[in-house]
């Protein structure tokens, strides 16, 4: 440890308090904020607080008639379920809170800044010792005894202060760095969404021959591109499960949405395959999720991953004579596609299409040297774009 620095117990730092008992009965549609674990756990990450509770401003007025009610520079720390989340209470701000769900850490100032043990506190060494020390027959929970043991690594006062105003600078940074991120997708995403735009209405390459009247057609084609159903471009049906004793398995939390991939097959007995796992896949495959099909959960079926057992809850899109697959890959994640399947959602908690919805849609389908032509390009400007991204961050 650096010289000046010392281990000292939690207690010897801060007054461990929690609160007067406070009823269900006591709760009001409006008045003084009343904070539950869950709801202290969502202010230390900045969300904002749904359903809120109230008690009335004469019963606040009651419950901290001593000053017990938390004060500027307070910690407050989840002590129930979701433990030690960390809210340090700004100036100004009146609530009160759950007793034994929350407790409140009084810093005494003149030997610990409350930003550097809020710092502290939120590390893995801290975290490690509110798992280990924890106690409860059903749900974890910290008890102010146990909170009180928990050893700290103290610096100097003033280097606390040090430390905690450059750990807010890098957190500013930090904010900075996902906001820039946040932008970056936002402009990558509309220049995919266009390309795609421009490649499916046949707009993105230079065409030798003259385009169809729109007629009753979802928009105008080339006149050698044509309107299918996708009964008749998607080809056969998946083949059933092999007899392997182990099984790669997606589901739709396999695939990452943001770049439209398989990334985590999980790997399992096929004794122990969900009921969902129903059909193998193979190279050349597109999966598209029929449950919230505008999540964009797609994927194409690289060699790597034939073999594979996908869950039902895919539309499985095979090649076919009038169809490649990485067309079909990009074909499947046209705004037309999406936004127009996306209208067909059927259900409340978890709204979904069907095999048959996806197979009598209507998809624009070019000659298969055009595809050839469409995926050449496509797959340059999606790999630059996914480079950018990569190189940015």
Same mark, same amino acid.
């Given at each position: 440890m650096p010289? #000046?620095?010392?281990w000292? *117990?939690?207690?010897s730092l801060?007054?461990i308090?929690?609160?007067?008992?406070?009823?269900?009965?006591?709760w009001?549609?409006? #008045?003084?904020p009343?904070?539950?674990?869950?709801e202290?756990a969502? @202010?230390?990450?900045?969300e904002?607080i %749904?359903?809120p509770?109230f008690?009335?401003?004469?019963?606040?007025?009651?419950?901290?008639i001593?000053?017990?009610?938390?004060?500027a520079?307070?910690?407050?720390?989840?002590a129930v379920?979701?433990?030690g989340?960390?809210y340090?209470?700004?100036e #100004?701000?009146r609530?009160?809170?759950?007793?034994a +769900?929350?407790i409140?850490l009084? =810093?005494?100032?003149?030997?610990v800044?409350s930003e550097?043990?809020?710092i502290?506190? %939120?590390s893995?060494? =801290?975290r490690?010792?509110?798992i280990?020390?924890?106690q409860?027959?059903?749900v974890d929970?910290?008890?102010i005894?146990a909170?009180?043991?928990?050893l700290?690594?103290l610096p100097?006062?003033?280097?606390q202060? =040090?430390?905690a105003a450059r750990?807010?600078? !890098?957190?500013i *940074? !930090?904010q900075?760095?996902e906001?820039?991120?946040k932008?970056?997708?936002?402009a990558?995403?509309?220049?995919?969404?266009?390309?795609l735009d421009?490649?499916?209405?046949?707009n993105?390459?230079?065409?030798?021959?003259?385009?169809?009247? &729109?007629g009753n057609?979802p928009?105008s084609?080339p006149e050698?591109?044509?309107w299918y159903?996708? +009964?008749?471009?998607?080809g056969k049906?998946a083949?059933?499960?092999?007899?392997s004793?182990t099984?790669?398995?997606?589901? !739709?939390?396999a695939?990452?949405n &943001?770049v439209?991939q398989?990334?985590?097959?999980?790997?399992?007995?096929?004794?122990?395959?969900?009921? *969902?796992?129903?059909?193998?896949v193979q190279? #050349?495959?597109?999966?598209f999720?029929?449950?919230r099909?505008?999540?964009?959960?797609i994927?194409?079926?690289?060699? $790597?991953l034939?073999g594979c057992?996908?869950?039902n809850?895919?539309?499985?899109?095979h090649p076919?004579?009038v169809?490649?697959?990485?067309?079909?890959?990009y074909l499947?994640q046209?705004s037309?596609v999406v936004?127009?399947?996306n209208? @067909?959602m059927?259900?409340?908690?978890?709204?979904?299409?069907?095999q048959? $919805?996806?197979?009598a849609?209507?998809?624009?389908i070019?000659p298969?040297s055009e595809?050839?032509?469409?995926v050449?390009? @496509?797959?340059?400007?999606? $790999?630059?774009? %996914?480079?950018? %991204?990569k190189?940015f961050?």
């Amino acid at each position: 440890m650096p010289e #000046g620095w010392a281990w000292c *117990r939690l207690s010897s730092l801060v007054a461990i308090g929690s609160a007067k008992r406070v009823l269900q009965k006591d709760w009001r549609p409006s #008045g003084i904020p009343f904070y539950r674990a869950r709801e202290v756990a969502r @202010l230390a990450a900045q969300e904002e607080i %749904e359903q809120p509770l109230f008690i009335s401003e004469e019963q606040y007025a009651r419950l901290t008639i001593d000053d017990s009610g938390p004060q500027a520079g307070d910690l407050m720390v989840s002590a129930v379920g979701t433990l030690g989340k960390i809210y340090l209470v700004p100036e #100004g701000q009146r609530f009160y809170y759950k007793d034994a +769900s929350v407790i409140r850490l009084s =810093a005494w100032q003149k030997r610990v800044s409350s930003e550097y043990l809020k710092i502290y506190l %939120e590390s893995d060494y =801290a975290r490690c010792q509110m798992i280990q020390h924890s106690q409860g027959s059903t749900v974890d929970t910290i008890s102010i005894s146990a909170a009180g043991r928990y050893l700290i690594a103290l610096p100097p006062l003033r280097e606390q202060r =040090a430390i905690a105003a450059r750990y807010a600078e !890098i957190l500013i *940074r !930090i904010q900075e760095l996902e906001q820039a991120k946040k932008r970056l997708l936002q402009a990558t995403n509309k220049i995919k969404v266009r390309l795609l735009d421009l490649a499916m209405t046949g707009n993105l390459l230079p065409q030798e021959v003259k385009r169809q009247q &729109q007629g009753n057609w979802p928009f105008s084609l080339p006149e050698d591109w044509n309107w299918y159903r996708g +009964s008749r471009c998607f080809g056969k049906k998946a083949k059933k499960n092999s007899s392997s004793p182990t099984i790669r398995y997606i589901d !739709i939390d396999a695939i990452d949405n &943001q770049v439209c991939q398989v990334t985590l097959p999980k790997k399992m007995p096929a004794t122990q395959a969900p009921k *969902r796992a129903r059909h193998t896949v193979q190279e #050349g495959n597109v999966l598209f999720s029929l449950v919230r099909p505008y999540l964009k959960n797609i994927a194409y079926i690289s060699a $790597d991953l034939e073999g594979c057992v996908a869950s039902n809850a895919f539309f499985i899109c095979h090649p076919s004579s009038v169809l490649l697959g990485r067309y079909a890959y990009y074909l499947m994640q046209s705004s037309y596609v999406v936004s127009g399947l996306n209208q @067909l959602m059927r259900g409340d908690s978890s709204p979904a299409i069907n095999q048959a $919805d996806v197979e009598a849609w209507l998809y624009p389908i070019p000659p298969i040297s055009e595809q050839q032509r469409l995926v050449q390009i @496509l797959d340059q400007n999606f $790999d630059q774009i %996914e480079k950018l %991204e990569k190189n940015f961050f």
